[in-house]
């Protein structure tokens, strides 16, 4: 710039001296008054140490006044003078400041300054346990892990970290923690959030299954780029990680004593490797029974002669679980037998479901070849004792998050053999292990909200039921009336039942497989039947509510108004006689036929592609592996395992993870279709009111007796009998605005209404089309086929001509208004006006006329989708499959509702069923 008059030297914060404070008005450093130095921020100005604020106009307009020496301190908010009291010390800042553990005090209660500041000692013994805030103004409770450790505010000689108290325990995880970040050309950083944070959250993670604490540790871990050190003794981020993963995936240590027939102790040997387990296996497979969380299932047959060569000695176990205690030393509980072979006093006492009649015992066996000897020890025995069916049963303590267990027990079943061919015989074995809770409580919510919502359903219902009647003109409650209503109950109740059976089986899914220590175990057998029971009767309340649909639209009355005028008129001879006389030109049927034709392509037409619905979800469940999510244990694993193949899958996750995938893509598809592709490249529905307006063609659909819809097709430019160069010239004025609007009303772009009819103008239509009937009854039966369509075309030209009179306001008994509904009845579905003397016509741009198409029904047809699909995979337990039989069911009905739309079609609109392509 040439000139520099309105120039400022250029100032900051850091150009100031401690007697002067930057003011931004000025943008330069002004200086502070008398007794007074800058503020911290160095925005301001501040009374020195020892001096009191007098009076404050703003940051550079306060007045300090020194203390006197009774009272050298200054008050926390620098207005008055104090006197510390013994054992406090006056600070920097010329203030009192408290001994560690205490609160200072300078006020009462009710805000009067006090002479004296006390310092108050935090009360830290039960149940206070209070500690000093941040302010040391207000005595808080001090957090739950000093509590939980050492029973008061003092950490002791525990590890504090992050604010938290820890109990020390070694053998856990190495304490010495990396905090030092080296980013690109070797720059180091000594993070601070790594020191404050690091240790905390790993230890959280570790002990408390913190979920919280476990995402702040992988974060972390990213923080690092996801590297591992292991050149030094120090654990950083990923390190840390990575031990927790493998501490909290834990194993059941059973250990087995093992002694001979005599009684001798030979040695102890671990479960794994498949000690317990009679059928032969790959190690991984057999270790998989002991993984902690993962419910096992192993079967096999094997032969006789098998078991007589491997077991030739018989060996006997007392099983025990290896535990830590909590002094940190292994620790070893005996694991009960429930024998359901043993009978006392001639019962077996053990298969009874109540367990305070069992008779519980220590010590087991495999295979007994050595009692069924009768002539001697070296001889083949007679009988075979064989433990055919073995069962670990574990159960979870309820309400914890650290994975705390019952003592296991073990549920055996011997089988007696015979020996005759040993070559021959075979015996079926098998072996398990169960993970069972207490979940009354959870099944007791899923109860009250299937209550809850089935008692809204049946209040929607019998809105929806009102809206019928009134809909019909039929004020009496009949039994049409109750039929009607349990019709509607059944499709609100299925998507009650849906509901909560698809926020069930997503519960499990996300609390079961997401968590890192097992603290939720998966719904019972029975409780899990119970929840199939509500998933089959969703999918028969959809079914029944599918077919009712389908039934409204396949009966449906429809009829295309043709406002076409004859151009001219022509000249043609009287039969039997040379008599000329002058006729109207006739107008061409083909605009009719076409539209008719666009309304029978569209009666199916979904937003949902269903090839592309099949290849997505099998892709993302068979390749992408989500899958393998159904398994019954708490491991989120993507890709298949030796451990998945004989872990069972659990039906509530199958039913869950089908869902959820059924449904995500679905919705995708809808979304995509309603934002992109009909916005962008072609939406069919549109399109069609488009066909209506260019052909001068338009649209009733009665729905019910009294109510439908109505799509005004009346050409704007009066003719669309053209040739190819009037129409497009139509076309073009059109664009350029250059004509009128297409609306019903003038000046408007409305083409799509609801209409709500008066009973006369029903009555009026069913008598134009009563004669049509005539020829159906036997009692009305006409001479001829000729005289059927010369019957037909009367019909059809009186309706045509009654219509148009209607919509061109021509008949004066006989008028409608047009108006928009009110947000209540939107919302509730319901006219609450009945048209007496004139029809009404609503305005209606969300094209509510396509609930009578496949397009405004996308929610029903995708919900029952997913529950067909769902109930396939669950009595197949294949997901392939399920989607073929889906696929195939769509077809089905889509042959269906277009077959039969197209005779409905043809027979309300008296359009012959061979020009219906």
């Not at 409305?750 to 036997?778: A, G, H, M």
Request: net charge neutral; proline share 3%; glycine share 6%.
């Amino acid at each position: 710039m040439r000139s520099n008059s309105y120039s400022l030297p250029f100032k900051t914060v850091e150009n100031c001296t401690k007697k002067q404070s930057f003011d931004i008005s000025q943008m330069a450093c002004v200086r502070c008054g008398p007794h007074q130095q800058r503020s911290s921020d160095g925005m301001s100005c501040m009374c020195l140490p020892g001096y009191q604020l007098t009076s404050n106009n703003g940051r550079f307009s306060i007045t300090c006044k020194k203390c006197p020496k009774l009272y050298p301190a200054v008050t926390q908010d620098g207005w008055n003078c104090i006197r510390c009291s013994s054992g406090a010390i006056i600070d920097n800042n010329g203030r009192c400041q408290c001994p560690t553990g205490q609160i200072l005090v300078e006020k009462t209660f009710s805000g009067i300054p006090l002479t004296e500041a006390k310092c108050i000692l935090c009360n830290i013994i039960s149940p206070s346990f209070s500690t000093p805030d941040t302010s040391g103004s207000h005595c808080i409770r001090c957090h739950e892990t000093f509590i939980e450790t050492t029973q008061s505010c003092d950490c002791q000689s525990n590890i504090l970290t992050g604010g938290l108290c820890f109990l020390l325990h070694p053998k856990d995880l190495t304490f010495s923690v990396v905090t030092n970040i080296i980013y690109e050309q070797g720059l180091k950083v000594s993070s601070a959030w790594f020191a404050t944070h690091l240790k905390a959250s790993a230890i959280a993670c570790l002990r408390f299954a913190n979920l919280t604490a476990c995402q702040a540790v992988g974060n972390m871990c990213v923080m690092i780029m996801n590297s591992i050190d292991m050149t030094t003794n120090l654990d950083d981020a990923c390190t840390l990680y990575h031990a927790i993963f493998k501490k909290t995936h834990m194993e059941l240590q059973f250990i087995l004593a093992k002694y001979d027939a005599r009684g001798y102790f030979l040695n102890w040997e671990k479960a794994t490797g498949g000690t317990l387990q009679l059928c032969p296996d790959t190690i991984p497979r057999l270790n998989a029974a002991y993984i902690f969380g993962a419910t096992y299932q192993q079967s096999c047959a094997l032969p006789v002669s098998k078991l007589l060569s491997t077991y030739g000695e018989t060996y006997f176990y007392d099983i025990y679980i290896l535990y830590k205690g909590e002094d940190g030393e292994d620790k070893l509980r005996a694991i009960a037998i429930r024998n359901l072979n043993l009978q006392y006093n001639g019962k077996f006492v053990n298969r009874d479901k109540m367990m305070n009649t069992w008779y519980l015992t220590r010590r087991i066996f495999l295979v007994d070849t050595l009692s069924g000897r009768e002539m001697n020890l070296d001889s083949q025995p007679r009988v075979i004792r064989v433990a055919s069916h073995i069962k670990i049963s574990v159960n979870l303590v309820p309400n914890t998050l650290q994975g705390k267990i019952f003592p296991p027990f073990m549920t055996i079943s011997y089988t007696d053999i015979k020996i005759q061919d040993p070559d021959q015989q075979t015996i079926s074995i098998s072996f398990s292990v169960e993970y069972q809770m207490d979940l009354i409580t959870a099944f007791q919510n899923t109860k009250i909200a299937l209550g809850f919502l089935s008692g809204l359903s049946a209040i929607y219902s019998m809105l929806k039921t009102a809206s019928w009647k009134r809909r019909i003109g039929s004020p009496l409650i009949d039994i049409p009336t109750v039929l009607k209503f349990m019709l509607f109950y059944a499709g609100d109740l299925a998507n009650t039942f849906f509901i909560v059976t698809f926020g069930t089986g997503l519960y499990w899914l996300i609390f079961f497989k997401g968590q890192r220590v097992l603290s939720v175990l998966l719904p019972t057998p029975s409780q899990e039947t119970h929840f199939i029971c509500s998933v089959a009767s969703a999918f028969s309340l959809k079914f029944l509510q599918l077919l009712h649909k389908l039934g409204n639209q396949l009966t449906v009355d429809i009829f295309f108004i043709d406002w076409e005028r004859p151009k001219g008129k022509i000249v043609k001879s009287i039969a039997g006689g040379g008599d000329i006389k002058t006729a109207p030109a006739p107008v061409s049927i083909w605009r009719t036929y076409f539209v008719a034709n666009e309304w029978n392509n569209i009666q199916t037409i979904r937003k949902i592609n269903p090839i592309f619905q099949i290849l997505a979800v099998v892709f993302l469940l068979e390749i992408v592996g989500f899958a393998n999510l159904t398994t019954m244990d708490p491991y989120t694993k993507m890709g298949s395992s030796a451990e998945s193949s004989v872990t069972p899958s659990s039906r509530i996750l199958r039913y869950g993870v089908a869902a959820t995938i059924w449904l995500s893509v679905g919705l995708i598809q809808i979304i995509f279709c309603t934002s992109i592709y009909e916005r962008f490249v072609e939406d069919r529905i549109s399109q069609f009111i488009d066909v209506c307006s260019i052909s001068n063609i338009s649209v009733i659909i009665l729905s019910y007796r009294c109510f439908g819809y109505y799509i005004h097709g009346r050409s704007v430019h009066g003719h669309a009998d053209t040739n190819m160069e009037e129409m497009n010239l139509n076309l073009k004025r059109e664009a350029e605005n250059l004509c009128g609007q297409r609306g019903l009303i003038p000046n408007t772009d409305i083409e799509t209404f609801q209409i709500f009819i008066t009973s006369k103008v029903r009555e009026q239509y069913d008598k134009i089309r009563e004669p049509l009937n005539w020829t159906r009854t036997p009692g009305h039966l006409v001479n001829n086929s000729g005289d059927a369509v010369e019957q037909r075309m009367k019909a059809y030209n009186t309706t045509n001509r009654f219509l148009g009179s209607f919509i061109d306001h021509a008949l004066r008994d006989m008028d409608y208004v047009v108006q928009d509904k009110l947000l209540l009845e939107k919302i509730i579905g319901m006219e609450l006006h009945e048209p007496i003397d004139k029809t009404i016509f609503y305005n209606d741009e969300n094209l509510s006329f396509t609930d009578v198409l496949y397009y405004g029904n996308e929610g029903t047809l995708l919900i029952f989708d997913t529950l067909f699909f769902c109930i396939v995979d669950l009595a197949t337990q294949n997901f392939i499959f399920a989607s073929f039989l889906t696929y195939i069911q769509q077809k089905i009905f889509q042959f269906i509702r277009n077959a039969v739309g197209r005779k409905n079609l043809a027979a309300k609109t008296l359009i012959d069923e061979r020009f219906l392509l």
